[in-house]
């Protein structure tokens, strides 16, 4: 069984760049949920895909949008860039999304926005 | 906003040492996890809880959910170099409903 798997594994872009992050769900689950995770703090939600629908949102700008594929892969796109993006960002499965409590993490991507 | 509240924030002891931390809410919520998480890797889930009143072990650990299940705590018997790493609590949201809400976190640093 595949576990959940993340890339790049760290990534440094510029002020106002834009972001792709990806994430392959542990085999069998439909539902993956991202977190921010900032330097000395637990992870914050961003939102979450069910079969390829956005099934709940956290309190993260538009610019922070992602996708999720057929094969329930998926990824955060985060536009324009700013400093305090510069966290870990990472990815969970669950079987689906009423299992939440019982989620998987990948190792994360650390990004670092200068 | 249903917030979790992890105390202490740091703990650093030396190995065979007793320690206990604890997570609490204002809010009640539908069960509760604990993580631990190492530098560079994703939090990995340690147990839930979900009734009031539980308790629940893993080896060393003893974690109990209260039993108004708005407050939890983790308890390590003999603590060991490799139970370092940051602990976490999280609970679902219940407004959401798809999401988990976690602590800050609890630093533990084990000396030999």
């Known amino acids: 069984e595949t576990g959940v798997t993340q890339s790049p594994t760290h990534l440094i872009k510029t002020r106002g760049q834009q972001v792709t992050l990806r994430c392959s769900s542990q085999?069998?689950?439909?539902?993956v949920s991202w977190y921010q995770q900032a330097l000395g703090q637990g992870p914050q939600f961003i939102f979450q895909?069910?079969?390829?629908?956005?099934?709940g949102r956290g309190n993260f700008p538009p610019r922070f949008s992602g996708l999720q594929f057929p094969n329930y892969s998926s990824e955060l796109n985060v536009n324009a860039l700013e400093l305090d993006d510069s966290a870990l960002y990472l990815c969970a499965s669950s079987l689906d999304f009423r299992s939440v409590s019982e989620q998987y993490f990948g190792p994360g991507t650390r990004l670092t926005v200068t | 906003t249903q917030l979790l509240e992890q105390s202490p924030q740091f703990l650093s002891i030396q190995e065979g040492e007793n320690l206990t931390v604890y997570c609490n809410s204002s809010s009640v919520f539908s069960s509760l996890q604990w993580y631990r998480q190492e530098p560079g890797e994703g939090p990995v889930l340690l147990v839930t809880?979900?009734?009031?009143?539980e308790v629940k072990k893993l080896k060393r650990l003893t974690f109990q959910f209260g039993d108004a299940r708005k407050d939890s705590s983790l308890h390590i018997t003999a603590a060991q170099p490799g139970d370092t790493g940051l602990y976490l609590c999280a609970g679902k949201a219940n407004q959401a409903g798809t999401a988990l809400i976690f602590g800050k976190g609890t630093t533990l640093s084990v000396s030999s």
């Open positions: 809880v979900v009734t009031g009143g």
């Open positions: 085999s069998g689950h439909n539902t």
């Open positions: 895909y069910y079969r390829e629908e956005e099934n």
